[in-house]
C-alpha cells in the first residue's frame, strides 16, 4: 500500500482544486468529503490523477489511511465546521501529527486553536491560501503562521503547490501561531480597497459618458503600465464581457449590490484593536454595505437633490495616477497595519517576504509589489511605505491627480469614499501639525482628561476653562 503522510478534508471549490494541485505535484494524498457523494464525484473527475488520490469515508478512515506522523489539511468552511472538523479527528490523531487550516479564519480563532491542540500535543498550523480556485489549481499565493518545526515538516509540499514568481516559492512561513492568518486577512483588506478604487474610477468614467467598451480599453492600456495587475486585468475583461442572453454590456445587468464574507470587516476590526485606521480598507467596506442598501438608494434618488449637474471632467491620465496613488496608499495602511501587530503580538513579520509571496498566485498581484519589496529590503524609512524614497517621489508624482479625482467627484455628486479617504490619509501624513490639539483641548473642557503640552515635558496639563486646585 502506498505511504500516504498527507491528507485533506473539504473537497469544496478551494479544497478540490487544491487537492489536485497536491496530486498532481507528486504527492500522494488522501482525502475527506463530509458528503460522500462529493468525494465520489470529485474521484471521477480527477481523471488520471485519481490514481494518487485515496478517498476516504470518515475522519477516522483518514487518519487510518495517513501514516503517522500526519500531516491534515483543512478546507473547510470557516468558522464552526472548523471546529467540528477537528473535533472529529482528534480523537484519533497521535501527538506529533499536524493539522492546517487551509481556510480563511479570524486569526483570533486560530491562536486558540493553536493553543487547544498543543495541550493534545498536536500541531495546529494557520495557513492563508489566496488565488481563487484558478490559483487553489494551478497555484496559489500561501501565508503560513504555525510553529516552524510544523512547517518544516510540510514545507516541500507546500512550496512545491504555490505559485511561482521567477523561479521563487510564493509560499512562506510568515510567523508563529495566527501570524498567517492574520497576513492573509490583510491581503483581503487591501483586495477589497483596490476593487474599490477601481470600481470609483469605472463610476467616474461612466458618469462622463464612456460606455463599457471604451472602458475596457482603457482598462486594458493601464495593464501595460504601473497600474499592470490581476484585479485590473480582469476588469478589463469583465467590461468588455456581453450578457449572453440579452446583447447587453455584461456589467450593465448585475445588480449594484456588492456581498462580503468577513475578511475585510476583520481587517477592520483588528485595526481598530490595534490603534490604527485602514481608512481606505474602511471606504471600501462601508462602500459595500451601502450598496447592499439598494432599495434606500433608489428612494433617496427621488428625494436628495444633489444640487450640481456638473459630469466629471477628468482625463484617463488623471485617473490612471489617481489609481495608482491610492493603491500605494492602500498598502501603505496594510503594511502599517501588519506592522503594528508583528510588534504587538512578536511576530517579526518579514514584510519584504510578505510583499513577495503576493507578486503572484493572490488577486492582488501586481507590479507595485516589486517595488514594495525592494523598499522593505533596501530604502525604507520610517514606519511608512510612502515614506521610502521611491515611494515618496511616486506619491509626489501621482498625488495632483488624485486631488483633481476626488474634487472632481465631489463636484460631479459622485462617491468616491476609497479615494476620498486615501487622499485624507496622505493629507494626514505630511502634516506635522494636526488638529487634535483642539480635540484634546474640548476633551479637557467637558471631562478634564489633561492634555500634553508643546513646551514642557509631562501630562495632566490643564486649561484655565478647568478650576485649578488651591
Ligand atoms: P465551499 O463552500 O466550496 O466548500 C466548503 C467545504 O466545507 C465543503 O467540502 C463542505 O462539505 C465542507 N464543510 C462545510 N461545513 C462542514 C462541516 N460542518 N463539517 C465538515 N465539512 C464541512 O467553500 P470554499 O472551498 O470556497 O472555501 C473553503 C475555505 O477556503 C473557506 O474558509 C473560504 O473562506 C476559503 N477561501 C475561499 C476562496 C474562494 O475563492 N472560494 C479563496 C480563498 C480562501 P460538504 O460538501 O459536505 O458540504
Not at 420 to 446: C, E, K, N
Amino acid at each position: 500500500m502506498t505511504d500516504v503522510k498527507l491528507g485533506l478534508v473539504g473537497l469544496g471549490v478551494m479544497g478540490s482544486n487544491l487537492a489536485l494541485n497536491i496530486v498532481d505535484n507528486g504527492f500522494p494524498l488522501a482525502v475527506y468529503n463530509r458528503r460522500m457523494d462529493v468525494t465520489e464525484q470529485f474521484m471521477q473527475d480527477a481523471g488520471p490523477l485519481a490514481g494518487r488520490l485515496h478517498a476516504t469515508e470518515s475522519p477516522e478512515a483518514l487518519v487510518a489511511r495517513l501514516t503517522a506522523p500526519r500531516a491534515i489539511i483543512m478546507m473547510v468552511t470557516a468558522g464552526a465546521a472548523v471546529d467540528s472538523v477537528i473535533a472529529s479527528l482528534l480523537p484519533h490523531l497521535d501527538p506529533g501529527d499536524i493539522i492546517i487550516d487551509a481556510g480563511n479564519a479570524d486569526f483570533n480563532n486560530t491562536r486558540r486553536r493553536e493553543k487547544e491542540l498543543a495541550d493534545q500535543g498536536v500541531r495546529f498550523v494557520g495557513m492563508g491560501v489566496s488565488g481563487g480556485a484558478e490559483g487553489a489549481r494551478n497555484g496559489p499565493s500561501i501565508m503560513v503562521g504555525g510553529a516552524p518545526e510544523a512547517y518544516a515538516r510540510i514545507q516541500d509540499a507546500i512550496e512545491a503547490i504555490a505559485a511561482d514568481y521567477e523561479g521563487e516559492s510564493c509560499a512562506a512561513h510568515l510567523g508563529p501561531d495566527g501570524a498567517g492568518h492574520f497576513v492573509k486577512t490583510v491581503h483581503n483588506g487591501i483586495e477589497y480597497a483596490d476593487m474599490q478604487i477601481i470600481a470609483e474610477a469605472y463610476g467616474l468614467m461612466r458618469s462622463a459618458g464612456k460606455t463599457p467598451d471604451g472602458m475596457a480599453k482603457v482598462f486594458q492600456d493601464w495593464n501595460k503600465g504601473a497600474l499592470k495587475s490581476y484585479l485590473i486585468e480582469i476588469t478589463a475583461e469583465v467590461l468588455a464581457a456581453k450578457d449572453p442572453g440579452t446583447d447587453q454590456p455584461m456589467v450593465d445587468v448585475i445588480l449594484d449590490r456588492a456581498g462580503q464574507k468577513g475578511t475585510g470587516r476583520w481587517t477592520l476590526i483588528e485595526a481598530l484593536k490595534l490603534g490604527q485606521s485602514a481608512s481606505t480598507i474602511e471606504a471600501a467596506v462601508g462602500a459595500r454595505s451601502w450598496s447592499s442598501q439598494k432599495e434606500l438608494r433608489v428612494q433617496g434618488e427621488t428625494i436628495l437633490d444633489k444640487a450640481t449637474d456638473h459630469a466629471p471632467n477628468l482625463s484617463d491620465n488623471d485617473l490612471e495616477k489617481a489609481l495608482l496613488a491610492a493603491r500605494i496608499i492602500a498598502y501603505a495602511q496594510g503594511f502599517s497595519l501588519l506592522a503594528e501587530a508583528s510588534d504587538h503580538f512578536a511576530w517579526s513579520l518579514d514584510l519584504a517576504r510578505t510583499a513577495e509571496i503576493w507578486r503572484a498566485g493572490c488577486i492582488i498581484r501586481a507590479a507595485l509589489l516589486d517595488d514594495i519589496s525592494d523598499a522593505f529590503r533596501g530604502e525604507m524609512q520610517g514606519g511608512n511605505l510612502m515614506f521610502a524614497p521611491s515611494f515618496a517621489a511616486r506619491m509626489a508624482e501621482t498625488v495632483p491627480s488624485l486631488r483633481k479625482v476626488v474634487a472632481e467627484a465631489a463636484m460631479a455628486g459622485q462617491p468616491s469614499p476609497a479615494f476620498a479617504s486615501a487622499l485624507s490619509y496622505f493629507d494626514t501624513m505630511h502634516t506635522g501639525r494636526g488638529t487634535a490639539a483642539l480635540i484634546q483641548g474640548q476633551r479637557d473642557f467637558f471631562g478634564e482628561h489633561g492634555f500634553e503640552r508643546v513646551d514642557r515635558e509631562g501630562d495632566g496639563f490643564h486649561g484655565p476653562w478647568v478650576k485649578q486646585p488651591g
